[in-house]
């Protein structure tokens, strides 16, 4: 079920994803056993907390209203947590209705405090609630992939991590998985005992993440995803969209999506050297003028991959081309 389902979506896709159907699971409004409020946690109105997923033991889906790439319109920031001890990774906005309903996570996951928050990476829709997480509890540690340190706000404080490192939660551990190439650096998070990652934007819940320059690395992209497949896991948690527990499938359509890209842009070329607009312009001939921009950095990381190779060659005086087939 949920496969090869975007017949209609994959011409938007490249831009960010395309809307899927948002398909609703195990909701904490539905719980037997509900823990009394604890009076500093606010009012939750019954749609915020309804938002609520629990997509494993101890793995909340809080979906965060963001300004980010259409068509989405949310960005899900996770809390996980272990015998007491808890962590939010990519709270991804910071106004009341968002620092309520993660705080209701907390609550739901018998977390005071949270340990700490973990950034799959630094967009700006990934870490817009930090300060206002911080304010509530200033000794919350930050951590943030390793090579985006530089683009994190020095009063965090924030700790690099890198592909290998585990964080202990209570008994539970869970490991960072190096994932780039959507971002210049990226960690996803697995948790080994429930077969979950948290992908962050490795993924997206239904459509394709966007992997542009100057950022953005096609080769890198590719071997996260395999990297990511090879731990088999069974739910795939993206910060985008509905959790996935096809997991493997998911992993299995964003290769097949981009690889499919690469190959309509060699055949493109096959018609002789063109410049990015052109490109552009032939392989996403419905795209509104306001997503060019993304669209043609798409083009042009995935250009840079087969430049690498060899496969494709910048014959033009600036970055617009033309290109040609080697
Ligand atoms: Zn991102």
């Known amino acids: 079920m949920g496969r090869h ?37 606010p009012a939750v109105s019954g749609a915020t ?13 809080v979906p965060l209203r963001t300004q980010t790439l259409p068509p989405f319109t949310h960005t ?4 996980l947590a272990s015998d007491g001890v808890g962590v939010v990774v990519d709270p991804g906005a910071g106004d009341a209705t968002a620092v309520a309903a993660l705080r209701a996570a907390l609550d739901a996951a018998d977390v005071t405090a949270p340990k700490g928050v973990l ?17 509530l509890w200033p000794d919350l540690q930050v951590w943030a992939p390793a090579a985006e340190l530089g683009r994190c706000d020095s009063a965090w404080g924030a700790i690099g991590v890198r592909h290998g490192r585990r964080l202990t939660l209570g008994g539970a551990v869970l490991t960072l998985v190096g994932t780039p190439g959507h971002a210049l650096d990226h960690v996803a998070v ?16 239904a459509g394709s993440i966007w992997v542009g320059v100057p950022d953005g690395d096609v080769s890198a992209y590719l071997a996260s995803l395999e990297r990511a497949a090879a731990l088999d896991p069974v739910i795939v948690a993206p910060a985008h969209g509905p959790v996935r527990r096809d997991g493997a499938t998911v992993l299995h359509e964003a290769r097949r999506h981009r690889l499919a890209r690469e190959a309509s842009l060699l055949e493109a070329l096959q018609d002789g050297p063109a410049r990015i607009g052109a490109l552009r312009a032939r392989l996403y001939p419905d795209l509104p003028e306001a997503a060019f921009d993304l669209a043609e950095r798409t083009l042009l990381a995935h250009l840079a991959k087969l430049m690498r190779e060899l496969r494709v060659m910048h014959v033009g005086s600036d970055a617009d081309g033309p290109y040609a087939l080697a």
């Open 5 to 41: 389902r975007r017949p209609g979506a994959d011409r938007r896709s490249h831009v960010g994803g395309a809307r899927g159907d948002a398909r609703r699971r195990d909701h904490l409004g539905r719980r037997p056993r509900r823990r009394a409020r604890r009076p500093h946690s």
């Open 49 to 61: 907390a309804d938002a609520l997923e629990r997509v494993a033991d101890g793995v909340l889906r």
């Open 76 to 79: 899900n920031a996770f809390v």
């Open 119 to 135: 950034l799959t990476h630094t967009h700006p829709d990934h870490v817009g609630g930090v300060d206002a997480l911080r304010s």
């Open 190 to 205: 697995w948790w080994s005992a429930h077969r979950v990652l948290l992908a962050g934007d490795l993924v997206a819940g």
